[in-house]
């Protein structure tokens, strides 16, 4: 059990350091091409969101903003924040309300990837009409899912152990 208090903080850093390295390219490639009725449209996450604040549904981009970009990074933040401090006995509490946080934000995580299902199953329902998951998607799902592994391995019980406290 000992090891797997020591071992948490690493891994959680690890598995942050690769959804960072796909958290830049999720959000520069295409997420996903809509063609309609012949047109082919290719959008990233942000070109989505601007489109969405631009046909006048505030509310949806605002949501896929905070699910796709702003939460992610500040998750992935916190997380890189924990990692490297989590044994230091300094703002125990703030970091356990941080650990909080990542915990109650992550059943969010997949939003996006649901959203993408669910356009594609709509759209799909059409003669006219073809949507393709592209790379950005594949690359948001690995975001995801090392995001989830990196929250799922730290240890809250290492929060303000310091190596030289004896554990039970």
């Not at 091409?33 to 489109?51: D, K, M, Q, V």
């Not at 990692?83 to 309300?97: D, V, W």
């Amino acid at each position: 059990m000992e090891k797997h208090h020591d071992k948490s903080a690493m891994k959680t850093l690890a598995f942050s350091i690769s959804a960072l390295a796909f958290y830049f390219p999720a959000n520069i490639f295409p997420f996903m091409t809509i063609e309609l009725y012949g047109n082919r449209n290719s959008s990233t996450i942000w070109r989505g969101i601007i489109s969405l604040s631009e046909a006048g549904s505030w509310p949806v981009a605002v949501v896929v903003f905070l699910a796709s970009i702003l939460i992610p990074f500040v998750k992935l933040l916190i997380l890189f924040y924990l990692s490297l401090t989590a044994r230091s006995p300094r703002h125990r509490q703030f970091k356990l309300r941080l650990y909080q946080f990542v915990e109650a934000v992550g059943r969010w995580s997949m939003l996006d990837i649901f959203i993408l299902a669910i356009l594609v199953a709509v759209i799909k329902l059409g003669a006219w009409t073809r949507a393709v998951p592209e790379v950005g998607s594949l690359l948001f799902l690995f975001v995801v899912i090392f995001t989830m592994l990196a929250s799922a391995s730290f240890d809250p019980q290492i929060i303000g152990k310091n190596g030289n406290e004896k554990r039970d």
